[in-house]
DNA sequence: TGAACATATGAACGATTGTTCACATGTATA
DNA sequence: TATACATGTGAACAATCGTTCATATGTTCA
């Protein structure tokens, strides 16, 4: 995934239009933001962290607690929260030895939901 | 990945009240809901598929432009699209031996306004 | 300080993923 | 029908990922 093209052959023309070309490759954000933004969607890619980040949707839960109330284990639990809060999905706050832990915007309720409409409708 | 708990010991207590553990538990989607919408988000966490979308928001385009535009080899855009036919996020039309594919509902561009959105905040 | 508890983390392993390569399929045209 | 061209696909391989296991870190309380 360079960007470079592996050596297979092409076609030798482009259907579309020249300034059609420059029109699509403008409106085309730059390769760290497309990055990003694949990063991003990989974190609701997987099943275990979907699962943590709907039931933080209500209210924030402790370590121990989300493990329980999901039939996951601690070890497991913890390392996906660390993804997660490495990707600025979630936030935490320390209440002696407990961490609780929560979503840290709207943006995460929003592109759940969002997800889950399209779903539901196909 | 199988809901079970492995074996690692978790704290013999709920912080949460018992009808919050209920609240939360009821408003959980069932596991084969989370699993596609788990696998939805997995189809736009892949850097090649999220530009593939993305030269598609205008208009559609033959698998050839698509090669060319991104320099990605034509049997890897294959490939995507398929994965991304499959997942109902692209249709595709025949015209002779071209094929043009295209976003296949507004959705699609939802989310990745959404997700982008989400990306330039932070 | 030492024991108990909640959480974090490194290493290892199996499973999944995306690409490449080679070739098959299907369509149009001479 | 033969050839050229656009696309599709199976196998193989490297890379990435998520879990488990064992253990470390950090906090509380006696």
């Given at each position: 995934?360079?960007?470079r093209n592996g050596g297979a052959p092409t076609c030798d023309y482009l259907f579309v239009h020249e300034d059609a070309v420059a029109q699509v490759l403008s409106a085309l954000p730059d390769d760290e933001q497309l990055y990003d933004l694949a990063e991003l969607f990989r974190m609701f890619g997987d099943t275990t962290?979907?699962?943590i980040l709907y039931?933080?949707?209500e209210k924030e839960l402790c370590v121990?607690?989300?493990?329980k109330l999901l039939g996951?284990?601690?070890s497991a639990v913890s390392h996906q929260l660390r993804i997660l809060k490495?990707?600025?999905?979630?936030?935490f706050r320390r209440d002696g030895r407990t961490v609780f832990y929560a979503l840290d915007d709207d943006h995460v309720?929003?592109?759940?939901?969002l997800g889950m409409?399209?779903?539901?409708e196909k």
């Amino acid at each position: 995934m360079d960007g470079r093209n592996g050596g297979a052959p092409t076609c030798d023309y482009l259907f579309v239009h020249e300034d059609a070309v420059a029109q699509v490759l403008s409106a085309l954000p730059d390769d760290e933001q497309l990055y990003d933004l694949a990063e991003l969607f990989r974190m609701f890619g997987d099943t275990t962290r979907i699962k943590i980040l709907y039931v933080l949707f209500e209210k924030e839960l402790c370590v121990c607690d989300i493990a329980k109330l999901l039939g996951i284990s601690q070890s497991a639990v913890s390392h996906q929260l660390r993804i997660l809060k490495d990707a600025k999905l979630v936030r935490f706050r320390r209440d002696g030895r407990t961490v609780f832990y929560a979503l840290d915007d709207d943006h995460v309720r929003s592109v759940l939901a969002l997800g889950m409409e399209h779903i539901l409708e196909k």
